[in-house]
């Protein structure tokens, strides 16, 4: 097992990283998380993809430890896959402990190299799951958008007729780098002018679901001091060719819209219960697929229910 020291996220880190997400959820925001109805954390909380970039960042240390890139690149594991489940809130000047298990290596039926993490907040359990490299994507592989058409035509924060919400974003340097900031993250290894080094990490464009998900339900007309809502789970594959390839400035396309395996109700109602979204970054006139990720949100109601 691989550990690190205990990390300690501020208040400031989380506004750095909130912001430059354009995350405007009330559980993060230390004026107005009091306004949140049953709200049981007493206080604002870390964003859970500025978890998953730290741990991001941790397990690429781990890789060059253990000297596993080469490994990786061997066998074409191009695809970034990440499952995680949340456990609890992380606050403000609470340790944060990163515990990596050992790498394990199959080569059937596909080959594979996946990791097991644990996320601790002052010892206690945050978030649980795994860090798994693939030649192809672990979820929602059979995803194809060649055939939409190109999306930069259509409008902002609309919904399109194949159901899905779509939400615009744009690749920024000065973003992905604040992002990394609050994540507690280097951001040297990405990016340097004097080089012309500009590579983005993995985590920031699957970062911008919160804001696009929040503007999805903004668009529902959704009470979000009433009736809060909360991730439970996160499944996510990026791909790092694509990756690779991004610049900035380049337009993110966002899709969301409820998985196929779900109810009919959506995020904005007041009624709605635990739900899973499919949800899709999309680059480039042909719509290339930067990430794809299955989110699951559930009310703050439930969730306190579950833990009682």
């Not at 609470?94 to 594979?112: R, W």
């Not at 780098?177 to 990405?190: A, M, V, W």
């Not at 680059?283 to 290339?288: A, I, L, M, P, R």
Request: aromatic share 10%; with cysteine; net charge negative.
């Amino acid at each position: 097992m691989y550990e690190i020291n205990a990390d300690i996220f501020t208040q400031l880190h989380i506004d750095v990283a909130r912001n430059s997400t354009d995350d405007f959820n009330l559980f993060h925001d230390s004026r107005n998380w009091h306004k949140i109805k049953g709200n049981p954390f007493n206080g604002p909380i870390t964003l859970g993809f500025q978890l998953e970039s730290l741990v991001e960042g941790k397990i690429a240390a781990y890789r060059r430890q253990a000297d596993e890139y080469g490994l990786i690149e061997q066998h074409g594991l191009n695809f970034s896959n990440y499952q995680f489940s949340f456990a609890s809130a992380i606050k403000p000047g609470q340790f944060v402990e990163v515990e990596i298990k050992a790498s394990q290596f199959k080569t059937q039926p596909l080959p594979m190299l996946s990791n097991r993490i644990m996320v601790k907040s002052d010892a206690s359990l945050a978030l649980l799951g795994y860090k798994k490299e693939s030649a192809e994507p672990l979820y929602l592989a059979d995803a194809d958008f060649s055939g939409m058409g190109d999306l930069r035509s259509e409008p902002d924060r609309t919904f399109l007729a194949s159901g899905h919400f779509l939400k615009r974003k744009f690749m920024t340097t000065s973003n992905a780098k604040n992002f990394l900031c609050g994540s507690l993250r280097d951001q040297t290894e990405f990016f340097d002018e004097l080089q012309d080094k500009v590579v983005f990490p993995e985590m920031f464009p699957c970062s911008l679901l919160s804001s696009a998900l929040l503007e999805k339900a903004l668009k529902k007309r959704h009470d979000f001091e009433k009736n809060p809502m909360v991730f439970t789970s996160h499944k996510i594959s990026v791909d790092r060719t694509g990756l690779s390839q991004l610049k900035s400035t380049d337009a993110l396309h966002i899709l969301i819209k409820p998985a196929r395996n779900s109810s009919e109700h959506d995020f904005g109602e007041p009624s709605a219960t635990a739900l899973d979204y499919e949800c899709f970054g999309l680059v480039g006139s042909n719509n290339v697929l930067l990430f794809r990720a299955i989110i699951s949100l559930s009310p703050l109601e439930l969730l306190v229910q579950s833990l009682q």
